[in-house]
């Protein structure tokens, strides 16, 4: 006769082993959600927007006809969404920066509403063109 042979009772876990795990996955879990939380938590401050203020002298464009090149506008801008190119041209004559003209006695204000590049010829430096990057 074969006797059928009954299964080993199963051993019970200790408490402390389960105990241990579960601490160490809620600190776990615990810690990837403080560290999310405080990564976006955090508001950074605005920066106020910047004027860039040219000024176009009385006698530039003499200058220009001469063959001289006035270095007065840079090759390139760096500006942030918000920021405002002010252009105050005191000459007796029309002269442009990048896709922007400003007439002879006049001043030109434009402010920047997006992201983007301007790119353009320009009249007031030695390269004769400008790129105004201007980013978020």
């Not at 840079?74 to 442009?96: C, F, Q, S, W, Y």
Request: with cysteine; aromatic share 6%.
């Amino acid at each position: 006769m074969t006797s059928d042979p009954s299964p080993e009772p199963r051993r019970a876990r200790p408490t402390w082993i389960t105990l241990v795990v579960f601490l160490v996955a809620a600190l776990t879990l615990g810690g990837a959600i403080v560290a999310v939380w405080s990564m976006g938590g955090e508001e950074v401050p605005e920066r106020e927007a910047r004027t860039h203020r040219f000024l176009i002298p009385a006698g530039t464009g003499s200058l220009i006809a001469d063959g001289k090149r006035p270095d007065l506008i840079p090759k390139l801008m760096n500006a942030k969404v918000g920021d405002t190119l002010l252009l105050i041209n005191e000459d007796d004559r029309v002269h442009v920066v990048g896709p922007f003209s400003v007439r002879a006695g006049e001043t030109f204000e434009f402010t920047f509403p997006n992201a983007g590049v301007y790119v353009g010829a320009c009249s007031l430096n030695a390269v004769q063109a400008t790129t105004v990057l201007v980013s978020e």
